[in-house]
Structure formats: structure tokens, C-alpha cells
């Protein structure tokens, strides 16, 4: 069974960094698209990021673009998201996915990705 947890949420003033993790505990990790994408209250689940399986491919939703950085590393099953210049906007509970078949003209889709995380909470204050 495929589990997915995230850390390194918490609160931060704007203008601040945090960076999260996601530690999967699936054998075959290096064959998965890793990815995050994120929901604030109220409204809709918001893809943030993603990264192909070697890592060589990012991609990222233009909100979040220049300011967070994806990254994997599969000798740990572990993805990051490095994320900068925090603005208030960015405040949401924060989910790491993985999935094997998702493709780049999928990837912001949240009904693509068949592993989900249970989320980490990212506040940020003005």
C-alpha cells in the first residue's frame, strides 16, 4: 500500500521560506510523477508543482512560478517543495501526489494522480 507523508508545514510571515517534504513508502518511487498541489478554504484544490520521474522535467502553475522550487530524490523516496518569497495567498493545507500515468498535458489535473498525501498546513501572514 502506497503512503504518502508531508512535513515541514507551519507558519510563516510573508516575504518568508519553508520548505516541505514528502516521503513516499513505495518501492518503485522513481517510476512515479511526483507532484503538489494545494487547497485554501473555500476554494478548490489548486495544482502548485510537478516533477517527472528522474527529475529532469519541472513544471509549475504560473501563480507559484520564480518563487518555489520542486525536486526529488529517489535514493530516499523523498519530493521537496522549496518555497520563497511566501506571500498570503499561498496559505492552504499543502499535498504531495504521485502517480504513474499522469502525462505533461495532465499534470495540473488533481484526478490524475491516484496517491495522495494527508496534507501539511502553510500559513502565511502579512
Known amino acids: 500500500q502506497v503512503q504518502l507523508v508531508e512535513s515541514g508545514g507551519g507558519s510563516v510571515q510573508a516575504g518568508g521560506s519553508l520548505r516541505l517534504s514528502c516521503a513516499a513508502s513505495?518501492?518503485?518511487?522513481?517510476?512515479?510523477?511526483a507532484g503538489w498541489f494545494r487547497q485554501a478554504p473555500g476554494k478548490e484544490r489548486e495544482y502548485v508543482a510537478a516533477?517527472?520521474?528522474?527529475?529532469?522535467?519541472?513544471d509549475y502553475a504560473d501563480s507559484v512560478k520564480g518563487r518555489f522550487t520542486i525536486s526529488r530524490d529517489n535514493a530516499r523516496n523523498t519530493v521537496y517543495l522549496q518555497m520563497n518569497s511566501l506571500k498570503p495567498e499561498d496559505t492552504a493545507v499543502y499535498y504531495c501526489?504521485?502517480?504513474?500515468?499522469?502525462?505533461?498535458?495532465?499534470?495540473?489535473?488533481?484526478?490524475?494522480?491516484?496517491?495522495w498525501g494527508q496534507g501539511t498546513q502553510v500559513t502565511v501572514s502579512s
Open positions: 513505495v518501492r518503485t518511487f522513481n517510476l512515479y510523477t
Open positions: 516533477i517527472s520521474w528522474q527529475g529532469g522535467s519541472t
Open positions: 501526489v504521485i502517480d504513474r500515468n499522469v502525462t505533461k498535458t495532465t499534470l495540473n489535473r488533481p484526478g490524475e494522480y491516484d496517491y
